[in-house]
């Protein structure tokens, strides 16, 4: 009685002892959706008694079955929001529980129903670490761009973690990937244009895949540097001050779905064969650890047709030259296209990070800090204002 009586207060708590901010209002968004998952997967468990006949066709299709997946992941991070947020955390537990038991019951449905897997990657995680670490260790410790800079260097245990929740996280990742490219092949008529490209040899298919992903993810990229409000996100990413192979990793929850979505729009809208699509995602997951690795190799010769290391780490600077510049992830063309390229000859940035060291330490504190409406101290795009002569 005990706990339903904190649970009763909780809900009715006062407005001036709930303010933006306190996890009240997630709590209880958190507890919606997980009734309402709840509710839903019952109603899949026993169509024909809980159905309205009139509306019956609105199950025939694959929406409600989307639908239901998008409030059982929003009941868990709705909760999770809460239980970080919140001192008391009656609502927040609730809510997750109730989200818990959901999706236990999603995963069993009878009479043929078709089920609906929930999984925590946590063998990708492993996999990754194993695969991606034994690689990129040793080429960082036999050339180095900073020999000074050992591998258990400041923070990885904050870049860990990161790589630990994105692995474990893959599944609502990938849903989120999706939902967008879901929306353009069901509503826009690309079908001469998917032929054209089913068409093409797989290596031709690749490239432009790589092409085309990397057009948006810069326009995407340089949103994330011009707009306020998305800077406060992609700057937990720019907080590190040593850049190695897990560098990568520190992105914030909102940044990836935002980038992910996007940027996947046309490589999964345009027709390209599933082999050139598998082959992309494998190039692009090395190639991200490999732009951000302390590796020091002289690619003068590249450095004109792909992105490198030290281009990547200028984008990376603190420098006054080093202020958003270098958005591409693949091919440089796209900043010598509309003026953003910076590459001086040999030279690497002297320092890393946040210009006025912003950003907090640790994850947690890194996850609120965009929800703290904090704003840029400079304007979208801005250098760091010269001292005085």
């Known amino acids: 009685m005990n706990y ?24 209880v968004l958190a507890l919606l959706a997980a009734l309402t998952g709840l509710l839903g997967v019952l109603v899949r468990w026993f169509p024909e008694q809980l159905t309205y006949p009139e509306i019956a066709f609105l199950h025939e299709g694959g929406l409600t079955l ?11 991070a709705l909760a999770l929001i809460s239980l970080i947020l919140s001192r008391r955390r009656t609502l927040g537990w609730t809510a997750l529980a109730i989200s818990v038991v959901a999706s236990l019951m999603a995963t069993h449905q009878p009479e043929g129903g078709v089920a609906i897997p929930f999984y925590f990657g946590l063998d990708y995680f492993i996999v990754n670490v194993l695969v991606v670490g034994f690689l990129f ?19 990885w245990q904050e870049d860990m973690f990161y790589y630990l929740v994105s692995s474990m996280l893959v599944q ?9 490219s879901t929306y353009v092949n069901v509503n826009m008529p690309l079908d001469d244009i998917r032929t054209h490209i089913e068409n093409l040899p797989f290596w031709v298919q690749v490239a432009l895949i790589m092409l085309a992903t990397d057009f948006v993810q810069y326009w995407v990229h340089r949103a994330f540097h011009t707009f306020p409000v998305l800077w ?12 190695d192979w897990l560098a990568g990793a520190r992105m914030h929850f909102m940044e990836i779905m935002i980038l ?9 809208t345009l027709g390209f064969r599933p082999e050139a699509v598998q082959a992309y995602l494998l190039v692009v997951y090395f190639y991200s650890s490999f732009i951000h690795s302390n590796i020091g190799w002289n690619l003068k010769i590249f450095e004109r047709l792909l992105v490198t290391p030290r281009f990547h780490h200028w984008h990376h600077g603190s420098d006054r030259d080093a202020i958003d510049i270098n958005y591409a992830s693949h091919f440089p063309i796209y900043d010598w296209l509309f003026g953003t390229h910076h590459l001086p000859d040999k030279e690497w940035p002297e320092k890393y990070g946040v210009v006025g060291d912003t950003v907090p330490r640790g ?18 795009g801005a250098k760091p204002t010269p001292p005085a002569e």
């Open 172 to 180: 609502v990742f990938n849903f989120v990937t999706l939902a967008p």
């Open 260 to 268: 992910r979505s996007l940027s996947a729009l046309p490589m999964l």
């Open 232 to 243: 406060n996100f992609h700057a937990i990413h720019h907080s590190t001050k040593k850049m």
């Open 363 to 380: 994850y947690w504190r890194q996850f609120l800090y965009p929800l703290g409406r904090r704003w840029r101290p400079e304007s979208p």
């Open 137 to 155: 260790i040793p080429l960082e410790r036999f050339f180095p761009a900073r020999s000074e800079q050992t591998v258990l260097r400041a923070e």
């Open 66 to 76: 989307a639908l239901l997946r998008f409030v059982l992941l929003a009941g868990y």
């Open 4 to 27: 339903f009586r904190a649970l009763k207060e909780q809900l009715e708590m006062p407005r001036d002892k709930r303010p933006l901010g306190s996890g009240w209002l997630s709590g």
